[in-house]
């Protein structure tokens, strides 16, 4: 771990709960220093300056029951944080006195790594809410995400984060190819191979992303030498061409669709009896191709940040004419990962997230909420025939370790383990990290068939 030194004691050690019922007095020492880091921060300059900006915008951040505030006031190119009251803020985010004390740890537990995750997803948290103008707080995502961001490292110190190592030389070499497959129809898809070894994997990207995410997995010596790997973006996403009959903006996922898209590309590769790996929604889909597995032609699953159901009230802000997704849409899922994983690997899943078409990230959430269900077909899975690992980062406020335990509970003969220092996108977060895992599930699936 590589530490940075801090710019005070952690008030932790010396504050209860109690004492956060009033954060701009909690954060009173930081703030002269947060608004100096502020006006030279490189991301939060470059997401305030545009002449777009032609008004003052205010945002505030309190403690819940408290009337006492920080207001953050956004010009073109510059966001000044004050105290006062919500009275003069758009919207407000607000949190209870011990959320907001986890949060100002220097290296918080899960969920409290983010605003988002303290607000919830299937990790829900009494006592967050945001309030007032609620497009406003979608607009305002990217700016009150690193607001937040320099007070933390102002008053604790930045998170120590892993060492990723610098790399020299590539080992990837990418072509195009024409499948068809069932609900999309037929595509000139992309994709990409590296390794010597023996053991087919095809690595599947996350819902509204593409196969970009697993580049540190396939230069990685030790799975170079184990492993022929595989991946592919699917139809319409990153380097891929739009399928038959696509529209801008209806993009849409169901199980059918993807599974038929794996078991053509297996095919028209020639895999032999690949391992299916993928995270978030891959995750789910390597469940059902578990089920399915003589259908596609697998000979193991490792299904990331996977469970058999997973439902939540959607949110548009994805798919909105009001909103730029284009920041809103990597914003949501930034707060996913471990706070400790390199900066420039968090910055890559941004910039990959920003890249979409219109509309992609939530046509994939279709089947990634409620689209799946496989709550009665987990129990048929035969695990001699197509062996189930099942990994899930502790960080992830998404799909939980303990959502993804109880999903290989009904699978008869799988088996799970929480990754630490991990979160949604462990692939690409920390790849030395998750390669370690990788290949512990690889030869339990090797062991298994053999």
Known sequence: ???????????????????????????????????????????????????????????????????????????????????????????????????????????????????????????????????????AFAHWTHVWRRVLEILHDTLVGPTPVDEEPEEDEDHIVGRYVYVTSPVWGKCKIFY????????????????????????????????????????????????????????????????????????????????????????????????????RAEEVGAGGTIPLQGSDYLNMERQWYDRSPYVNQSLFNPEWIYGMMSPTAPLKNRQLVWHMYSAQAYGIFHGDLDFYFGGWDGRTRMAGIDTKKCPVYMLTGEYDWSNTPAMSQATCDKIPGGMHQAMKGLGHFPATENPKVFVGYVLEAIDHIQKTRS
Not at 198 to 222: M, P, W
């Open 1 to 135: 771990m590589q530490n940075q030194e801090g710019n005070g004691a952690d008030p932790q050690s010396a504050s209860s709960p109690h004492a956060w019922a009033d954060l701009p007095a909690q954060l009173e020492a930081a703030l002269p220093k947060a608004n100096e880091a502020a006006t030279t921060d490189g991301q939060l300059l470059a997401f305030t300056t545009s002449n777009a900006i032609d008004a003052p915008a205010t945002f505030g951040i309190k403690a819940a029951g408290s009337d006492n505030a920080l207001l953050v006031t956004v010009t073109n190119g510059k966001a000044q944080i004050r105290t006062g009251s919500t009275d003069d803020a758009l919207f407000t985010l607000s949190a209870l006195p011990e959320q907001w004390q986890e949060f100002f740890r220097q290296t918080p537990v899960a969920p409290y790594q983010s605003y988002w995750g303290m607000f919830g997803m299937n990790i829900k948290q009494e006592g967050i809410e945001v309030q007032g103008d609620q497009n």
């Open 192 to 291: 990409e191979q590296s390794g010597e070894g023996d053991q087919d994997i095809l690595f599947l990207h996350t819902a509204g992303s593409d196969s970009r995410q697993y580049h540190g997995v396939l230069n990685d010596e030790k799975m170079r030498q184990k492993c022929r790997m595989t991946v592919f973006d699917l139809p319409a996403h990153g380097r891929s061409f739009p399928y038959e009959g696509y529209w801008p903006g209806m993009h849409t996922n169901t199980e059918d669709s993807y599974v038929g898209c794996i078991a053509a590309v297996i095919k028209k590769l020639g895999l032999n009896k690949p391992i299916v790996c993928g995270a978030s929604m891959a995750g789910q889909i390597c469940l059902a191709v578990a089920a």
